[in-house]
T-cell receptor
Framework: AQSVAQPEDQVNVAEGNPLTVKCTYS??????LFWYVQYPNRGLQFLLK??????LVKGSYGFEAEFNKSQTSFHLKKPSALVSDSALYFC????????????FGAGTQVVVTP | DTEVTQTPKHLVMGMTNKKSLKCEQH?????MYWYKQKAKKPPELMFV???????INESVPSRFSPECPNSSLLNLHLHALQPEDSALYLC?????????????????FGEGSRLTVL
């Protein structure tokens, strides 16, 4: 079965400290990988994606993610967290054979304290 | 214009009512999606339209009826819903895969319609 795992329900970090949100996947083939963020009572916003190429992907709002094929991971990172980064983060994978069907992780709540 | 617009933002309906959710995008995307999301949970795919044709129905109960009148519009007709159908309903759009190909583009989501079924 194909799946995306986000092992942490919540990540707490102080403002200015590095932020990491973990994601691992179990998807056949070479999946396309995405990160989305959701603020309260809002829709999901696209942050970044990995399709192929450089393992370090840069995205919106200073976020980046590192693709690691051997560890089947796609961790989201930000060097210096802001209070405004507090939100729900979803990792998602799309199998080349699963057109249109994103597999989402369970989500990680990020809380950045001043 | 990189927006997906959903109306209404909030909807309260009884179990015998008929209502519709609407979604509109003007990005030229030819794939459109309906998702259902419960609080603090990931979105669950309901339907996918590709080039105005229904391509995926995730075994959704018939009390939910999707419609894609044209390439910019997507509707979700609601009838005889149950209280457990209360949720945030998200519309999304993306580039559509070419024939035999796979869409690798990201989804653009609307802000959602918050549905409460009494």
């Amino acid at each position: 079965a194909q799946s995306v795992a986000q092992p942490e329900d919540q990540v707490n970090v102080a403002e200015g400290n590095p932020l990491t949100v973990k994601c691992t996947y179990s998807v056949s083939g070479n999946p396309y990988l995405f990160w989305y963020v959701q603020y309260p009572n809002r829709g999901l916003q696209f942050l970044l994606k990995y399709i192929t190429g450089d393992n370090l992907v840069k995205g919106s709002y200073g976020f980046e993610a590192e693709f690691n094929k051997s560890q089947t991971s796609f961790h989201l990172k930000k060097p210096s967290a802001l209070v405004s980064d507090s939100a729900l983060y979803f990792c998602a994978a799309l199998s080349p054979r699963g057109w249109g069907k994103l597999q989402f992780g369970a989500g990680t709540q990020v809380v950045v304290t001043p | 214009d990189t927006e997906v617009t959903q109306t209404p933002k909030h909807l309260v309906m009884g179990m015998t009512n008929k209502k519709s959710l609407k979604c509109e995008q003007h990005m030229g995307h030819r794939a459109m999606y309906w998702y259902k999301q419960k609080a603090k949970k990931p979105p669950e795919l309901m339907f996918v339209y590709s080039y105005e044709k229904l391509s995926i129905n995730e075994s959704v109960p018939s009390r939910f009826s999707p419609e894609c009148p044209n390439s910019s519009l997507l509707n979700l007709h609601l009838h005889a819903l149950q209280p457990e159908d209360s949720a945030l309903y998200l519309c999304a759009s993306s580039l559509a895969g070419t024939s035999g190909g796979v869409n690798t583009g990201e989804l653009f989501f609307g802000e959602g319609s918050r549905l409460t079924v009494l």
